[in-house]
């Protein structure tokens, strides 16, 4: 048996599962120690492994490593194990090892899967609580307990989001410290950074508790997804844990119905009427994104949805509209259409986090399925109209000149029909575009089919992705300036 021992970092380990292989040591004659489970006890000790050989490093797919950095984030025992064992059988050619068929390759999916699913629940669970400013930095802290280690890959959501404004992360294990331009992770978390983020007060809890209380959506209730979305391990750490309870038993105590709570529904948002020429006052176009009344939708709608990605990025995707998913969770594309579209991004070898992904429409625009006396009402995608998309498209104009990507791949025709600010998605036919990347301005423009078709295809459902794939690989090339386009091809009227 050999002992390999790293320091309990994905680096460290990708460097000994290297020498490693080179050395031909076979995954079942490995024991992996890291510092924690008692490695140092020998440190200065010769490794027992073979000393590395001059064989050449083994061919492995691009994507092999960040599919092990994602699983190497979920606590297991054998963790490091089952990725020595994965990378070990790739490396010998059975590319088997990572598929969801695969007796490993479905364990290392489920994992992936589990860090993504905590990723996102730090997202949309950890809750500041901002300090006095004669405290000093950071000016919020939170305190939080992820049951994976993805600290490190879901805090950057918060620098982008919460600008040059100070915060501390801190959580069991590891610390994140934003001073406002750059971010930095401490690993152990230091007792004190412990405490502060613990014992925080909150001067704003009694408003937020406001605000919750009254956009809490008994339409909604579902006490099967509430949980599985929102699992009660975190209630006790967020500032309206203790009300969810009562709201939940309101809400099975009769205020159940097929809409947003009345008051939110009927509010006004701050709207403000303008006198015009006409007899009819016109709203005046909102100032933020969060508060968009420009058309109806918002009304039904949980949140709108931003872009999410890099201030500036080479490739931005623009979808429909947020679905079901995306409306709850406050980000786009992370729904069964945001799993195809992964799998597309990875296929066509584009890294997800190195792109913007937006959509043409802010708000998620559905209608009823199931009656108010059905057990749990669920909201069904309703495409969004001409008006719709081009109330939306000042937002979507922002984006394009604040990121400045040099291609945009338009996911379906309401994309195509906002990029061309035609508006009417029923006069575009994609294959009209497809494979025929186009010039608008600076920008190349690709067409490509909707992840979202792709799910709903049936039989077609292979060929829509492979082109899907294709017109991603197509936008990486451009973007890399290898290839050329034409001018705007078939615009149908
Ligand atoms: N999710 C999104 O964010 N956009 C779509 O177009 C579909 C699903």
Known sequence: MH???????????????????????????????????????????????????????????????????????????????????????????????????????????????????????????LRFRQRPAEAGPPAFVAWHEPAHDILEMAAGHFAE???RSSWLIATPDAAALWDGTLLRFL????AELRELARSAEDPGA??????????????????????????????????EGPLIPQLM??????????????????????????????????????????????????????????????????????????????????????????????????????RREALYLTNAVKHFKWTPRGGPNSRAATRKHATPKPGEIEACRRWLGGELAQVAPEVVVALGKTALASLLETFEPQHLRLADFAGAPFRQGERWIVVAPHPAA?????????????????ALEQARRLAAGAVSGSAVPGLRR
């Open 249 to 350: 038993s309101q809400a099975r105590a009769g205020q159940q119905r097929l809409a947003q709570a009345a008051s939110v529904g009927e509010r006004q948002g701050k709207e403000v009427l303008i006198a015009s020429d006409k007899a009819q006052p016109r709203r005046a176009p909102s100032t933020s994104l969060g508060e968009c009344r420009d058309c109806d939708i918002w009304r039904g709608a949980t949140c709108a949805v931003p872009g999410e990605g890099p201030e500036q990025a080479p490739i931005m995707l623009v979808g429909e509209q947020p679905g079901d998913q995306e409306d709850l969770a406050g980000r786009p594309f992370v729904g069964p259409a945001g799993q195809v579209l992964n799998r597309a991004l990875a296929r066509a070898g584009l």
């Open 3 to 125: 002992d390999a021992r790293f320091d309990g970092s994905f680096a460290d380990w990708r460097r000994e599962a290297r020498r490693l292989l080179r050395a031909g040591v076979e995954p079942q004659a490995v024991n992996w120690r890291t510092d924690d489970d008692g490695g140092q006890l020998f440190a200065g000790l010769a490794p027992t492994a073979p000393a590395p050989v001059s064989a050449p490093a083994p061919r492995i797919p691009r994507e092999l490593p960040e599919l092990l950095e994602s699983a190497s984030r979920y606590r297991a025992d054998d963790r490091w194990a089952l990725l020595y064992r994965v990378l070990w059988r790739v490396a010998h050619g059975d590319r088997t090892a990572i598929l969801a068929g695969d007796g490993d390759g479905s364990v290392l999916q489920r994992r992936i899967k589990g860090v993504r699913r905590e990723a996102h629940h730090m997202h949309a669970f």
């Open 187 to 190: 690993r152990p978390c230091p």
């Open 206 to 239: 009694e408003l937020w508790l406001a605000y919750y209380g009254s956009t809490f959506n008994p339409a909604r209730l579902n006490r099967d997804v509430l949980e599985s979305n929102m699992p009660v391990r975190f209630w006790k750490h967020l500032p």
């Open 454 to 470: 792709v799910l709903r295809a049936g039989e077609e459902g292979e060929r829509l992705f492979a082109e899907l794939v294709a």
């Open 161 to 163: 989001r919460l600008g």
